[in-house]
């Protein structure tokens, strides 16, 4: 068994995975389709494993780089998440809750959410953060063993572990706590750290099993809560009792999904590629916008239900994009100014 890429061909590049997955969560908030949260869980795979790879390759090298990591990462984060949460108090929404704590919180972006959540999407974000500021104080350690890989094997089946027993004992848990989501983020570190690469029965399995897990859920009536979004009034008993397993599903699908992910990192990577990449961000957080609007009525055309959806998420890839060259703008700025650190904590730590 070869390198999937020989036996496949190409596949979508790192950048494109993330955009399609950005997809699936606008798919999960203008349509039936629970995509959201799966889409979510791959992305802090894939989180966990980029990060651990910038720590090898360029954090480690830094003169401190518990500081510059994490200075690094809120500059990544910060600017469009406030920019996206300023443009949300544009549209006639409650504004109760933005108390001074509140817009503390938002810069802080570690428990940016509660009771008060006007930017849906940022929950996933305080959740990085948490994950983040973990990363930094054990990462100097982790990384100075001799096979971090096989540590990090048992940690995912351990917080595995307990995630699912909370899921199956509290419920569906969508909350901000990073030991819910942790043995994500552990399995993409073990992803980097094992050199993993897929061969063709690890992409064809993976590929077999979340179809089949699909058409299962669409097949069976009390299984279609799990995969379809349907007002808790229209269910049946039955179908009431499986919804506590949706937080479970998205943490196993998504780690099936970890041969196709994994594939998909290891591609060539062209400018499009890129750039679709870095539309992700923008367009996951800019797409509660539209979304927020179209609920509120603004977007109605006096046409079709349908047809609204439609206005929104076009609204949504064109906010998406014109977001995204800000964010190029921005990032250029975070990189100069992490340069900056570097120097300065360097001719600091310099003997007289």
């Not at 940016?112 to 983040?132: I, K, M, N, R």
């Not at 076009?314 to 921005?330: E, K, M, N, P, V």
Request: with cysteine; glycine share 6%; hydrophobic share 50%.
């Amino acid at each position: 068994m070869g390198d999937v890429r020989s036996a496949m061909g190409s596949l979508a590049g790192p950048g494109a995975t993330r955009f399609v997955l950005a997809l699936l969560v606008l798919c999960y908030h203008f349509t039936p389709l629970r995509s959201g949260n799966f889409a979510v869980c791959c992305f802090y795979i894939l989180s966990g494993y980029w990060i651990t790879k910038m720590w090898r390759n360029k954090y480690s090298k830094a003169h401190q780089p518990t500081l510059v990591f994490l200075a690094s990462r809120w500059l990544r984060i910060a600017p469009m998440l406030l920019l996206c949460t300023g443009l949300v108090f544009l549209l006639p929404i409650d504004q109760s809750g933005a108390t001074p704590g509140w817009l503390l919180r938002q810069a802080l972006i570690i428990g940016c959410t509660g009771t008060y959540v006007p930017l849906a999407p940022a929950w996933s974000l305080d959740v990085e953060l948490q994950f983040y500021l973990a990363f930094a104080i054990i990462a100097p350690w982790l990384f100075s063993l001799k096979q971090p890989s096989r540590l990090l094997g048992w940690l995912v089946v351990i917080s595995l572990t307990i995630s699912l027993v909370a899921a199956v004992i509290i419920g569906n848990i969508i909350k901000p706590w990073l030991w819910i989501w942790l043995p994500l983020f552990l399995a993409g570190m073990w992803v980097e750290t094992s050199n993993y690469r897929p061969t063709t029965r690890h992409i064809q399995s993976c590929c077999y099993g979340l179809l089949l897990a699909f058409g299962l859920c669409a097949a069976v009536p009390i299984l279609k809560p799990l995969i379809w979004n349907v007002t808790r009034i229209n269910l049946t008993a039955e179908q009431l009792t499986v919804l506590p397993l949706r937080t479970s599903i998205d943490l196993v699908a998504s780690l099936i999904a970890i041969p196709l992910l994994a594939a998909n990192l290891t591609s060539k990577r062209s400018a499009t590629d890129s750039f679709l990449g870095r539309m992700s961000f923008p367009l996951y957080l800019w797409h509660w916008i539209p979304h927020t609007a179209l609920v509120l009525g603004i977007l109605k055309t006096g046409s079709a239900h349908w047809v609204n959806i439609a206005v929104a998420l076009l609204a949504s890839l064109a906010g998406g994009y014109a977001l995204t060259w800000i964010d190029i703008r921005t990032d250029l700025i975070r990189s100069k100014a992490i340069s900056g650190l570097n120097r300065a904590l360097n001719k600091h730590q310099k003997p007289n």
